[in-house]
């Protein structure tokens, strides 16, 4: 009968493992396309300096360091006075609100990239050597899509890691960890598919070859982020979907704790 309780809540918990598969496919594009975006953009940091376009990534990074702290320390506090939930908010809601952050990182992605092209229209640069040449707007452009998935990031993959580990079996905790890099790998996976699949479903009805083929100034990149923006959306539904359905398991007390209540 353990047995096949833990089975039950393993198999609840996989529907919401599936919902950050899309998230993950979100953060593989502001690590390859936008990249390529920045590589067009201006890049100067002061009079002297050219910051690589990669070093971009530290945006989500840096601000993880600021707002992990504050969080904890200031929302948590201050939501579990309002809630009487220990942690402030449950696991699956912090999941909730990051999978909302990442469909708005994708609208300000698509957004951006839609006025990128229109300075590349203005300036006579749509067929711009890259690398070489750079557009008159500075690749900062590229930092509030970045900025809002680190939020994003901090809701979605935290909370998945403590929802794991807190409502997995016993036997299970040390392999929750492994649920959420699961997630995250298939998300890349998933991206590949998806891009192929756009560009094969978009080839004969653009005359760059495909939304993402060609040079960047003449593809449609713009049109993608807002695909994913609706991907997100639909599995943000999904995820409602199942979060409503999932009742949370009481927490295992552990041994040691077990023998010294009864002692006392």
Not at 133 to 138: G, I, W
């Amino acid at each position: 009968m353990t047995q096949v309780e833990q089975a039950k809540t393993v198999l609840a918990m996989v529907p919401i493992f599936c919902s950050a598969i899309i998230m993950g496919t979100c953060l593989a594009q502001l690590q390859t396309f936008s990249m390529v975006q920045g590589s067009t953009m201006d890049t100067t940091l002061g009079p002297h300096f050219k910051m690589p376009v990669a070093s971009m990534l530290i945006i989500p990074l840096g601000l993880l360091i600021f707002a992990v702290p504050i969080y904890e320390q200031l929302f948590v506090p201050l939501a579990r006075r309002l809630t009487g939930i220990p942690t402030g908010i449950t696991y699956l809601q912090r999941v909730g609100v990051g999978l909302v952050l990442s469909i708005v990182s994708m609208v300000i992605a698509a957004v951006v990239e839609a006025q990128r092209k229109k300075v590349a229209t203005r300036n006579g640069m749509l067929d711009m050597i890259v690398g070489v040449q750079h557009l008159p707007m500075s690749c900062f452009w590229l930092a509030p899509q970045f900025a809002v998935f680190g939020i994003a990031d901090m809701f979605t993959y935290v909370g998945l890691m403590e929802f794991f580990y807190s409502q997995a079996p016993a036997a299970l905790k040390s392999m929750s960890s492994s649920f959420l890099w699961c997630s995250l790998s298939l998300g890349y996976f998933m991206s590949t598919i998806i891009v192929k699949a756009v560009n094969a479903a978009t080839r004969r009805s653009t005359a760059s070859g495909g939304w993402l083929a060609g040079s960047i100034n003449r593809n449609h990149l713009d049109l993608f982020f807002w695909l994913l923006a609706v991907l997100s959306t639909l599995n943000l539904f999904n995820y409602l979907f199942w979060a409503r359905w999932y009742k949370y398991r009481p927490q295992e007390k552990a041994p040691a704790a077990e023998e010294q209540q009864q002692q006392v």
